[in-house]
């Protein structure tokens, strides 16, 4: 029998309002899922417990932005199929990311990002990582760059920074820098075409950057 956690137990019930007798798609989120049944105080199994691939990992490393604009960012990029979510702290942040207020940001964010995963039936969570700084950068991660290059096949984590862009000499000059198009997007935009092109650009959709359909 499926157990829930109070959090999941609410918004079956109270958010989703499910009913009694209702199916629904129950997850480890492990890629591990099987349909349930609703009853008034648990749920029944109703099939086989299936197993989904993981796709290829792409991560988003996204610097915090004002207001919501940050969760719309990071509800967007776990329905374009990010694995992993990393709050990135950029010299021109223009949102205090400290304390108290960086710990109720990460937990929002990572609220949001299960949210993301029941909503759009992914089987495999997204995981929002600790905060790291520009200079904590593995080698492999690109920057979002206005004037990067446009070849995004086989990339998996790109970095968008904060409202104001790159501070001088923030990104060192060896690093990779990748295009998000000809016109000039704000963070949160960037932050979802950047997740789409790692997506077709990883082969995580099943498609390539022609079009084709791969194999």
């Not at 029998?1 to 009913?19: F, G, I, N, Q, Y």
């Not at 989904?52 to 960012?73: C, H, M, N, Q």
């Not at 000499?169 to 932050?191: F, I, N, Q, W």
Request: glycine share 10%; net charge negative.
């Amino acid at each position: 029998m499926p157990l829930l956690s109070k959090v999941d137990e609410h918004h079956l019930r109270t958010v989703l309002r499910a009913r009694a007798g209702e199916e629904v798609v129950v997850t480890d989120g492990h890629g591990s899922w099987s349909l349930c049944e609703v009853h008034d105080r648990e749920l029944v199994r109703m099939s086989e417990v299936h197993r989904d691939p993981a796709a290829p990992e792409t991560v988003l490393y996204l610097a915090p932005l004002k207001g919501d604009r940050s969760e719309w960012a990071v509800a967007k990029a776990t329905e374009l199929g990010v694995s992993r979510i990393v709050p990135l702290v950029s010299a021109r942040l223009a949102v205090k990311f400290k304390g108290d207020v960086r710990d109720k940001i990460l937990l929002r964010w990572r609220r949001i990002a299960d949210e993301s995963c029941g909503q759009c039936r992914r089987t495999h969570a997204v995981i929002v990582e600790h905060p790291v700084s520009v200079g904590e950068l593995g080698p492999d991660v690109a920057v979002a760059d206005f004037d990067g290059e446009s070849d995004w096949t086989g990339i998996r984590a790109v970095a968008i920074g904060p409202e104001g862009g790159w501070a001088p000499d923030e990104v060192l000059p060896s690093r990779r820098r990748l295009s998000l198009g000809p016109t000039v997007l704000r963070a949160e935009t960037a932050g979802v075409v950047a997740a789409s092109l790692m997506a077709f650009g990883s082969g995580g959709w099943g498609f390539n950057l022609t079009g084709e359909r791969d194999g």
